[in-house]
């Protein structure tokens, strides 16, 4: 059985920006799709190049690579927010997630930031219960008239 492919991860680039939003749509469309319906996921999967293109230019973001293709991406703001997580439905299950995590929290831990939170998805709630997220609140949100379940989450790092 062969081993976990290597990742490599490093800074967002500006031209990573459309494969960013690429891996994002298709992660929305078929991965989450076993836990959303369709009205949803087009809810959900929607995305405007410029707002992308300022958040990647407001917050760190940093992107995982499998043999040079792009395999996840996941960002951290200054609060220790985790706005995005997200990784290639052809590269579940490889550790992209966990890689792209391990350097959030070293980023996390170079800038004193003691306490990682983010607002999963129910596709995302086990993997981040997985790396030791505890959840407090499971909240209804509304997004493009389409109602989410949202699970409000963090990890105290030590």
């Known amino acids: 059985m062969p081993g976990l ?3 490599e991860v490093r800074p967002y680039k500006p031209s990573d920006l459309d494969g960013v939003i690429d891996l994002f749509q298709r992660a929305i469309r078929e991965t989450a799709s ?9 809810a959900w999967a929607q995305a405007d190049r410029d707002e992308w293109e300022l958040a ?9 690579l499998v043999d040079g293709e792009l395999a996840g991406f996941a960002d951290m703001e200054k609060n220790g927010l985790i706005d995005m997580m997200f990784v290639d439905p052809r590269h579940q299950r490889k550790s992209v997630a966990t890689s792209l995590l391990a350097r ?5 831990d170079e800038a004193g930031i003691t306490t990682l939170h983010t607002y999963s998805s129910v596709t ?14 499971a909240r209804a949100v ?4 389409q109602r989410f379940v949202q699970f409000v989450m963090e990890k105290v790092l030590l």
């Open 5 to 7: 492919p290597l990742i």
């Open 34 to 42: 076993a836990d959303y319906n369709a009205a949803q996921i087009e």
């Open 56 to 64: 990647r230019a407001n917050r760190p973001t940093w992107v995982g």
């Open 104 to 108: 959030i929290e070293a980023e996390a």
């Open 124 to 137: 995302g709630r086990p993997f981040f219960e997985y790396c030791g997220f505890t959840m407090l609140l």
């Open 142 to 145: 509304i997004v493009r008239e």
